[in-house]
């Protein structure tokens, strides 16, 4: 399974292209557009939030409620494109004169791809550049997540830090549904006021704060992944598809960057076996994953997110038709979006591991799947 999305921030709409999901799987539209309203909010998103109200239409490849087998096209309109039409369009460029970007942002996009793709107007590459492309993935997202379901697999995703403000340990699966009460999707009620009062500031000084989420996922089988090759190891396929969401600087699974500080008594989760539980762990540092497969462990994964570059007190960049020393250019923008980048990456684990569970229990239709899930459940208890 694979998909491609096209789409600039301002241009008239966001397109996804699933291809791969298997027949009579049910979609339902009402689920990926609350998780789209997810994605839309938390605590630090700036004005173009309350332009836009996100909402998939499926163009193709769903009939009736149910996938047909062949590629399915969601769209999700950009309600701001109205506001942006004079300038997203090419024949009313030479209007546009006066609004042509040429004050690169430091940590965005600005600089080198106008370098590598040749463009004056750096807006020919935020447009693209721009995290807006994350609403479709989000919704690609949102359908993997309905296969996952089908297997019973949960996922949850809260915020663990904003800036200095972090949750210390592992909450218990139990508290992760109290983070969808929090303005900043963090599941510890007094860490997520301290993530507030952290934006509030940053933004009064026209700066911009990053930060860490966690993904946590249960119900997954050992046996997904696989240790004989680099591009089949789950790990390196999360840790790339997380790394691909914007301004995403770092990822860890299980204890991640703690395990290089800690000795190996510390680290590894030791193995047991007991006539009810078979073979079962007492503490999960692997994050669920071992030699890059899934070990029955719930998977615990967390990504790393810098702060917006955009800033509305700017930082010193230069003209680039002059070469002076100039401020940066500044957008309309988010003062933190580590709540919106959350969601944005339980969908990208959600999707990836719909990728692996195809390739292993691949079959055209959602029923040939699931047998050979059980079949596989029936092997798991006789190991
Ligand atoms: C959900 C989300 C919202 C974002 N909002 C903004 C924003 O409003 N302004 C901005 O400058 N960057 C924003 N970013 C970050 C930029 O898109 C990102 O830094 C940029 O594309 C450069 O990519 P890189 O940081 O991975 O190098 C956002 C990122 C995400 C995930
Ligand atoms: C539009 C979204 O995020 C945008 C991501 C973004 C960026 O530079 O990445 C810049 C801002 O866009 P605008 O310039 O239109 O205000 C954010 O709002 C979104 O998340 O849907």
Request: aromatic content about 4%; proline content about 4%.
């Amino acid at each position: 399974m694979r998909f491609l999305t096209a789409g600039e921030s301002h241009g008239p709409a966001l397109t996804a292209i699933i291809e791969g999901l298997p027949a009579k799987l049910p979609v339902d539209v009402g689920i990926i557009d609350s998780m789209l309203a997810r994605r839309q909010g938390g605590h630090g998103r700036g004005g173009r939030m309350q332009i836009e109200t996100d909402r998939v239409e499926i163009t193709a490849g769903v009939r009736g409620g149910f996938t047909l087998g062949s590629p399915v096209c969601l769209n999700i309109k950009n309600k701001d494109w109205k506001n942006w039409q004079g300038i997203m369009s090419a024949a009313a460029e030479a209007d546009t004169e006066k609004r042509v970007v040429r004050r690169p942002r430091p940590g965005h996009a600005d600089l080198s791809g106008s370098i590598k793709y040749g463009h004056k107007d750096m807006r020919n590459v935020l447009e693209r550049s721009s995290a807006r492309e994350t609403a479709v993935r989000v919704a690609v997202g949102a359908v993997a997540e309905q296969l996952l379901g089908e297997l019973e697999i949960e996922l949850a995703a809260h915020v663990v830090r904003v800036g200095e403000a972090a949750a210390e340990k592992l909450l218990p699966w139990e508290q992760l549904s109290a983070a969808a009460a929090s303005p900043v999707y963090c599941a510890d009620p007094h860490v997520s006021s301290q993530m507030v009062t952290a934006i509030d500031r940053a933004g009064a000084q026209g700066d911009t704060l990053g930060g860490v989420f966690e993904v946590r996922v249960k119900g997954l089988p050992v046996g997904l992944g696989s240790h004989v090759h680099w591009d089949r190891r789950l790990d390196g396929m999360l840790a790339q598809g997380l790394m691909s969401i914007q301004a995403i600087k770092g990822v860890e699974i299980g204890l991640g960057f703690e395990s290089a500080m800690l000795p190996g008594s510390q680290v590894h989760d030791e193995i047991f076996h007991g006539p009810k539980r078979g073979i079962f762990r007492e503490t999960n540092g692997a994050g669920g994953i071992e030699g890059g497969i899934t070990n029955g462990e719930e998977l615990v994964v967390r990504a790393a997110m810098k702060p917006i570059p955009t800033l509305m007190q700017p930082l010193r960049s230069i003209n680039m038709d002059t070469k002076a020393a100039e401020d940066a250019a500044v957008e309309r923008s988010d003062a933190c979006a580590v709540p919106a980048a959350s969601v944005v990456g339980e969908a990208v684990v959600a999707f990836t591991l719909a990728q692996s569970i195809l390739e292993h229990f691949g079959g055209d239709d959602l029923e040939t799947i699931k047998q050979r899930w059980q079949e596989w459940q029936q092997y798991l208890k006789s190991v």
